[in-house]
């Protein structure tokens, strides 16, 4: 039983925090998007790990304080994710591809101040592509 109340306490406080976080509305191109806004610290270092699924056109915007140079990895993240870096004018600079559980880091080739991470695939679906626009986004300030 000890067990049992310790898994679960275990759960508990890696819980996805999806209802804690605010959302944005955007387009990503034409497509429109809802994004759980990941505007702090805590919230960037969570992002979607312990994830099980996400909600079809659903993903997590990661907002910097102003554009600089970011990576992202995979740990403690089940779910294989697609990101882009995105600059301060809402433009995609470059895609990647992430595997689950992996420590691979993932950079962005230019100052970013936005990163979007969508079910693996959602990119190129979608024909998203480096230039590819993205509108809608909060401003750095705004969004804290």
């Known amino acids: 039983m000890a067990a049992a109340a310790a898994l679960a306490l275990g759960f508990a406080m890696h819980a996805p925090q999806a209802s804690e976080l605010p ?18 610290n805590a919230s ?8 099980q699924a996400l909600a079809p056109d659903h993903g997590m915007l990661f907002v910097f ?3 600089g ?12 994710l697609s990101i882009a870096f995105i600059d301060a004018e809402g433009r995609v600079i ?18 970013a101040q936005y990163a979007l991470e969508m079910e693996q695939g959602w990119f190129r679906q979608h024909n998203v592509a480096p230039g590819s626009q993205v509108q809608g986004l909060p401003s750095a300030a705004g969004a804290r």
Do not use: I, Y
Not at 23 to 40: C, G, N
Not at 44 to 51: A, D, K, Q, Y
């Open 23 to 40: 959302r944005a509305s955007l387009l990503v191109d034409t497509r429109p998007v809802t994004a759980e806004v990941a505007a702090d």
């Open 44 to 51: 960037r270092s969570h992002g979607l790990m312990f994830r």
């Open 65 to 67: 304080p102003e554009a």
């Open 69 to 80: 140079p970011v990576c992202f990895w995979m740990k403690n993240t089940p779910l294989p």
């Open 94 to 111: 470059n895609l990647a591809d992430m595997q689950p559980q992996s420590l691979e880091p993932h950079c962005a080739h230019a100052p």
